[in-house]
């Protein structure tokens, strides 16, 4: 039978083994009780079928029931035939039997976890409550309602209470082994200690329970004691076995007629034999549950010990546990290599002696706030000495376990090397300080040249601007910052020249010729324009990937207007402000050029002023200078902008008048003469007059030099003065032959 049991609580997929398997048990189990049932009345007094098929039902799906129904009632009848009973009158009892079983089931699937059922006191409780109380109450109510009729209200009473406790004994000697068996379990034990431990238990219960029941008063007061001490000494799934052993050879012993259980309390009937039977499985099965819980829990705790202990030994950094006082109760491998010590060097070390002395009182508040439960743990900084005497640089995190009354137990320290990361730390610090010092320098240097310096990010946005650039710019940095450096730096070409738009043009590595005459103008933002030098550098990374650039302006308005100044002196005559000889040649030059390419014809003249030495010996040589300015400027005033007056020196002018037809040219210059003539010159009251004379020579000749035809104008000129001052004369060939006079 009990091949058969295991083999069905197996949940074996093989469904017709296990048909036959219940049916077959159901079958002799009920015959068995039903053998007792003839012994004391007209019910059993303990009913294990039910049992049996609510263990089966629980382990298999709701798809299942039909035949597993079918196969127990098979059984059933199979028995009850057999067993003598009319074949319609057992089939309302089976029926009663499947309600109970199924109603049964489908409460405890709902309340109990289908891994493990009875996993604690909670669950063994919701089982007592569902199928030791309600499924078998309701099932007695049932079973005497389909009596109800042909019976008195004794019997009634007496039919109620036989059937439910019947039915309780049933289930709690039985179901609850069902429910937690698991496949493989006998198989596991083998032939271990644990079987041989299983045999001796079971084989002293049941002796010394046959013993009670045999000889001795009240046995179910003494049956209960091997129960217990089952129930302490061996796992939960073999006490209920013992439980189900003790149950079923009681009720064969009943059965057989070889005890008698007698009750010695007159209110019960006879067929109440079990109710002690209840009473002390009840007890023992409680104690079984709770010797479970107690093993899961030690077994937790163990596990936890276990996995703390491995987690500590194989860590990878230093673990220990101390003591309040500070005494080392555990270290792992990993401190020890750390410091150098074996793990025994440690039970005659304090902590005091292992850490720096600057460091042992760093942590002591921290300690303090752990103590008092101020704070759940802390990590800080140490060093720590070595066997070797090196000091290590460790991180130390601080935890402490209390006991139940929160009392301090012992530190657990976590002491985890990082002298490395120290190193780099320093190092680091050391590069920042000198990459500190460094950008000081550098902007201290930027600040104080007076270049503007203008830095960009890949993107041509601005990273950077010296106080110059920001003076120069108009904008401040924190506002140019991020802004396209097109959209701060406007530079163009000349004043009104085309703005520049690529600044990379500047770029230094192109060796572009920087002069201060290339007249780039940088226009400030309400700052005005400043004549400028730009040069780029671009900015790369060591990959040579390009990461912005450099704008270096300088600011060279003064130099530009000192070279204008130079080039201006160069070229005039300082006193009248006209051009000087050396500029009048090269417009000369210019006037050929223009012959030479556009056939253009000219006119030179060459004017010489009368008798001018006579106010410098009557007036001085500041009025002389006077008159000379006032003169250049009443020429000046005579002539066009494109023609071209000079002082050759002394009271000596040259005019050219360009694209100029000769009849033209020659009344300018008689108009100019005239103008001189007339001119009234005014010193300290006194009123002067003077006079010029002309020479002028037109330029049509392209095979003809600048300093012939200035000799040209200067021999018509020569003979303009001795014909009579005051005259204009036309240059002729035979003139020059006449009068040689060097220019
Ligand atoms: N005030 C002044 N006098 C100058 C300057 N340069 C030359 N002279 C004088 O100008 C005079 C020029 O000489 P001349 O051309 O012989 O004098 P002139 O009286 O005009 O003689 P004619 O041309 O023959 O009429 C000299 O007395 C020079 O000293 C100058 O820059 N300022």
Redesign the pocket.
């Given at each position: 039978m009990e091949k058969n049991m295991l083999s069905l609580f197996s949940a074996s997929q093989n469904i017709w083994k296990v048909l036959l398997a219940l049916g077959f048990s159901i079958g002799v189990l009920a015959l068995v009780c039903m053998k007792f049932v003839q012994q004391t009345s007209n019910l059993a007094s303990v009913w294990l079928p039910t049992a049996l098929l609510i263990t089966v039902l629980f382990h298999y799906r709701y798809r299942d029931w039909i035949p597993l129904f079918c196969a127990a009632a098979l059984g059933l009848a199979a028995a009850q035939t057999l067993a003598g009973a009319p074949f319609l009158s057992y089939w309302p009892y089976i029926l009663n039997n499947f309600i109970e079983a199924g109603i049964c089931v489908l409460l405890l699937r709902k309340l109990l976890p289908a891994q493990d059922p009875l996993s604690g006191p909670t669950n063994w409780i919701k089982f007592l409550a569902v199928a030791v109380i309600f499924s078998p109450l309701l099932s007695s109510a049932i079973s005497t309602l389909l009596i109800m009729h042909s019976h008195s209200a004794r019997e009634l009473k007496q039919h109620f209470a036989t059937w439910y406790i019947s039915e309780a004994v049933g289930v709690l000697s039985l179901a609850q082994f069902g429910l937690i068996y698991q496949r493989g379990y006998w198989q596991q034990l083998g032939h271990s200690r644990r079987l041989y431990k299983l045999l001796l238990t079971l084989v002293l219960t049941l002796l010394s329970g046959f013993l009670a029941l045999k000889w001795l008063p009240y046995p179910f007061a003494f049956i209960i004691l091997p129960l217990l001490w089952t129930a302490a000494r061996l796992p939960r799934v073999e006490a209920f076995f013992i439980f189900l052993c003790m149950t079923l050879m009681i009720t064969l012993l009943q059965s057989t007629g070889s005890i008698s259980v007698k009750l010695h309390f007159t209110p019960f009937p006879e067929s109440l034999l079990f109710t002690p039977l209840i009473l002390i499985l009840l007890p023992a099965n409680a104690m079984a549950m709770a010797m479970h819980a107690l093993r899961v829990e030690k077994s937790y705790i163990t596990q936890s010990e276990s996995r703390f202990r491995n987690a500590m030994e194989y860590s990878a950094i230093g673990m220990a546990l101390v003591s309040p006082l500070g005494k080392w109760l555990q270290v792992n491998k990993s401190l020890c290599n750390l410091l150098g010590y074996e793990a025994n060097d440690f039970k005659t070390l304090t902590v005091q002696e292992i850490v720096d002395p600057e460091d042992l009182s760093k942590d002591q508040s921290l300690l303090q706030q752990l103590l008092d439960g101020e704070i759940q743990s802390y990590q800080i900084e140490k060093r720590y000495l070595c066997r070797n005497g090196e000091r290590v640089w460790a991180l130390l995190a601080m935890s402490l376990v209390r006991d139940d009354n929160q009392n301090p137990l012992y530190f657990i320290s976590q002491i985890k090397d990082i002298s490395e990361l120290k190193r780099t730390e320093i190092t680091n610090k050391r590069l920042s300080e000198a990459l500190h010092e460094e950008k000081e320098r550098l902007y201290i240097t930027l600040n104080a040249i007076n270049e503007a310096v203008i830095s960009t990010d890949r993107h041509m946005n601005i990273t950077f601007m010296n106080p110059v650039a920001e003076k120069m710019t108009g904008w401040a940095e924190p506002q140019a910052q991020g802004k396209l450096v097109s959209s701060i730096v406007h530079i163009s070409v000349g004043r009104d020249g085309p703005r520049v738009d690529n600044l990379m043009q500047f770029e230094i590595n192109k060796n572009l010729p920087l002069s201060v005459d290339q007249s780039l103008i940088l226009h400030g933002h309400h700052t005005g324009q400043f004549d400028v030098q730009v040069a780029v550098s671009q900015l790369r990374t060591l990959k040579d990937d390009p990461i912005g650039i450099v704008l270096v302006i300088q600011n060279v308005s003064k130099s530009r207007e000192l070279m204008r100044q130079l080039s201006y002196t160069a070229s005039h005559d300082l006193?009248t402000g006209l051009s000087n000889r050396g500029s009048f040649e090269e417009s000369l030059k210019s006037a050929l050029q223009l012959t030479a390419d556009k056939h253009q014809h000219h006119s030179l003249a060459f004017i010489?002023?009368?008798?001018?030495?006579?106010?410098?010996d009557t007036a001085g040589?500041?009025?002389?200078?006077e008159l000379?300015r006032q003169l250049s400027y009443l020429m000046q005033d005579q002539i066009r902008n494109s023609d071209k007056l000079a002082r050759l020196?002394?009271?000596e002018f040259a005019l050219i008048l360009f694209n100029c037809p000769q009849e033209q040219g020659l009344q300018v210059i008689r108009q100019l003469v005239r103008k001189i003539n007339e001119f009234q010159f005014t010193w300290n009251n006194q009123l002067y007059r003077i006079g010029a004379s002309a020479g002028i020579t037109r330029i049509v000749d392209t095979s003809v030099n600048g300093s012939e035809y200035m000799a040209q104008a200067d021999v018509a000129c020569y003979t303009a003065?001795n014909s009579g001052?005051g005259q204009v004369f036309n240059y002729e060939a035979q003139q020059k032959r006449l009068s040689p006079r060097p220019i």
């Open positions: 006193l010489d002023l009368d008798y001018f030495k006579a106010i410098n040589h500041a009025a002389g200078d000379l020196g002394g009271d003065k001052r």
